[in-house]
């Protein structure tokens, strides 16, 4: 078993979509992250939380194989985040976002995170993905996710915290306005040249794109009749990538291929229902026959 060490934003969110509301129900990066990626490895969350959290989240959390021992319970409020979706699901419009207990957050890892080879440095502050990263003591695979927030305040740290890290994850908007750049193909060259070897470009419902600086591969979006909430498809993405990728240790370009059908699997699932509702419910059989659907849509 390789256990994956990661921290991001556990938070409280409040939703608005074509096809429903939700008020301050549970979300956030390492939330969605680990909830996906549970379903292939075991997860050591980092994070913190206010005394305000539902302790039923926590529960429900540590069901799911999920140590929470790196989530703080501090004094305050927890981080939350509020935003609509028009018909266009790929473009979330921020109306709030409290960092609230994020802002004084000084991540501490518990001494059985820091050996976890497999980390994911999910959207936050990129001052605390380094703080995490630099207290890790043997990792195999780094991979960062960001998002405009933290590209518009703090644009050179993210660039230091992206040096330290094999695989920089991130939507194609994201990725245009790192790298100041329309063209995509443009975008992951710039971006490889800041450190990492590969770079993962989410297109949304129009699939994926990976670069490394000798090959590109592409897979589509699956093809949904039915969704309700976007939120956290991305980090649903990175769950099944790196969870697929811990539990076969197995980092080579071939294998990351695979991973990136996996991730498109959670991250179709994911989008069925709103914050982690589809998840709840989701089977092994479920996430195998997508998989297998995959296979089945891309042979030609
Ligand atoms: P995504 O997978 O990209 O849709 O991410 C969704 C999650 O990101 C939501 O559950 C939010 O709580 C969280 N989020 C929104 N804004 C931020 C931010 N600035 N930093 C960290 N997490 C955020």
Redesign the pocket.
């Known amino acids: 078993m390789h256990p994956i060490t990661v921290v991001?934003?556990v938070?409280l969110?409040s939703i608005e979509t074509p096809f429903g509301k939700v008020e301050s129900v549970i979300?956030?990066?390492a939330?969605?992250f680990s909830t996906s990626a549970s379903f292939f490895a075991p997860i050591n969350l980092v994070g913190v939380v206010g005394n305000d959290f539902p302790k039923e989240h926590v529960k429900f959390l540590k069901s799911r194989n999920i140590d929470t021992k790196g989530l703080e319970i501090a004094d305050g409020l927890t981080?939350s985040?509020k935003?609509y979706y028009d018909y266009d699901l790929n473009t979330?419009h921020?109306l709030e976002?409290n960092l609230n207990v994020f802002e004084t957050f000084d991540p501490k890892l518990p001494d059985s995170y820091k050996s976890a080879e497999f980390i994911f440095l999910a959207?936050?502050d990129p001052e605390l993905q380094l703080k995490v990263l630099e207290q890790t003591t043997q990792p195999k695979l780094v991979v960062m996710d960001t998002?405009n927030?933290?590209i518009e305040s703090k644009k050179q740290h993210l660039i230091r915290t992206l040096q330290e890290v094999d695989i920089a994850m991130m939507n194609d908007a994201e990725a245009r306005e790192l790298s100041e750049t329309h063209n995509l193909l443009d975008a992951a060259r710039r971006i490889l040249g800041w450190g990492p070897t590969t770079v993962i470009i989410k297109k949304g419902e129009h699939g994926v794109l990976m670069f490394t600086d000798k090959t590109h591969f592409a897979a589509p979006a699956f093809p949904l009749e039915d969704i309700k909430d976007?939120?956290?498809?991305?980090?649903?993405f990175a769950g099944g990538f790196i969870g697929y990728l811990a539990k076969t240790n197995d980092v080579t370009e071939a294998n990351m291929r695979k991973a990136v059908i996996y991730a498109s699997v959670m991250a179709s699932f994911s989008v069925e229902d709103f914050s982690l509702n589809r998840f709840k419910r989701l089977t092994q059989k479920e996430i195998d026959g997508r998989y297998a659907h995959f296979e089945e849509m891309t042979i030609f």
């Open positions: 991001g934003s938070a969110d979300g956030g990066s939330t969605h981080f985040w935003g979330a921020t976002t959207n936050i998002m927030f933290w976007p939120t956290g498809a991305g980090d649903s």
